[in-house]
């Protein structure tokens, strides 16, 4: 039964993306909110670990010239596992999430190796304020974001799960990361992915517009996270939403740009807030004209 509704979920979330990409759903726009304002950090918390929520270390996290940079050039000493994520102040739980990202330049010194050219975006996350001083990463759902070594194929736009578990083909999937079928990016080059979020129902990733993987029911669970409060890990609970942030492993990244499209909101037809490519209704938000 959960495989059918699966299947479903994934050719009715193919199609949504599909005709919202080329076409649009309707003659309404869609109004992606630019969560980078492309000027500074407004609207972003860092947290690192072993340093206090707020407290940007080194200038970890910076923004020069449009770009939003992740950098360790002001580092003391090696990488040290400060393992660093910036959160964005707003949870959301149905939503399309996009990103054009590259990696640049040389590994901090210290960083391990399997850090090498690794990011991600969080997603369904625990928040800033919620994290350990010494927590290594949130508990969370990772779309992990790799660059080509020159050395094999390293497909990005992949799945790990920090403190989480997830559903694949019905039964419950307890590896910590599966690689998506996306190809391999080397070199500095700008790359272009997208996750399309519908609460706790269905997760699908795109690099540059293909499907890359789909998975669904995010839950927590598993290990991979250290330094946690444990109140804030009820394994077995669904996520159904939460934080997004974007992690600093120790290779230098830059993200472009960083844009949601909501996906909740009202959908009477009456209202003059409604969105035809809403798809999760919430009656509280709708306005009407007196």
């Known amino acids: 039964m959960r495989s059918s509704y699966l299947l479903l979920c994934l050719f009715l ?10 076409r649009k759903l309707s003659s309404q726009p869609e109004e992606w909110l630019p969560l980078f304002n492309g000027k500074n950090l407004d609207g972003w918390i860092p947290k690192i670990k072993g340093y206090a929520v707020g407290e940007n270390y080194a200038s970890t996290f910076r923004v020069e010239g ?4 992740v950098s360790y050039d002001k580092y003391t000493g090696d990488f040290d ?3 660093g994520h910036l959160f964005y102040e707003k949870p959301f739980s149905y939503y399309r999430l996009r990103t054009t990202y590259r990696f640049v330049g040389e ?3 210290g960083g391990p190796e399997w850090a090498r050219r690794n990011s991600g975006l969080m997603i369904h996350g625990q928040t800033a304020e919620s994290m350990g001083l010494n927590q290594d990463f949130p508990i969370s759902i990772e779309v992990q974001l790799l660059g080509g070594t020159g050395e ?3 497909p990005t736009a992949n799945l790990c799960t920090p403190g989480t578990h997830v559903e694949m083909d019905g039964k419950l999937f307890t590896d910590h990361c599966v690689s998506s079928s996306s190809k391999t ?17 269905l997760i699908q990733h795109y690099v540059e517009g293909d499907t890359v993987l789909a998975y669904s029911k995010p839950q927590v669970g598993g290990g ?3 330094g946690f409060d444990p109140s804030v890990k009820p394994d077995g609970t669904p996520l159904t939403g939460g934080t997004i942030s ?4 120790s290779h230098p990244v830059e993200f472009q740009s960083v844009e949601l499209l909501n996906l909740e909101g009202c959908m009477d037809p009456k209202a003059k807030n409604y969105k035809s490519y809403y798809v999760k209704q919430n009656k509280g938000s709708c306005l009407y004209d007196e």
Not at 13 to 22: D, I, M, N, R, V
Not at 66 to 69: D, Q, R, S, T
């Open 81 to 83: 596992s400060r393992f």
């Open 13 to 22: 979330a193919g199609l949504l993306f599909s005709c919202s990409s080329s």
């Open 107 to 109: 590994q901090a010194p």
């Open 185 to 201: 990016y080397n070199g500095d080059q700008w790359v272009t992915v997208e996750v399309l979020v519908l609460g706790d129902s």
């Open 246 to 249: 974007l992690q600093s492993e």
């Open 152 to 154: 094999g194929e390293r």
């Open 66 to 69: 449009g770009i939003l940079k």
């Open 224 to 226: 991979v996270v250290n």
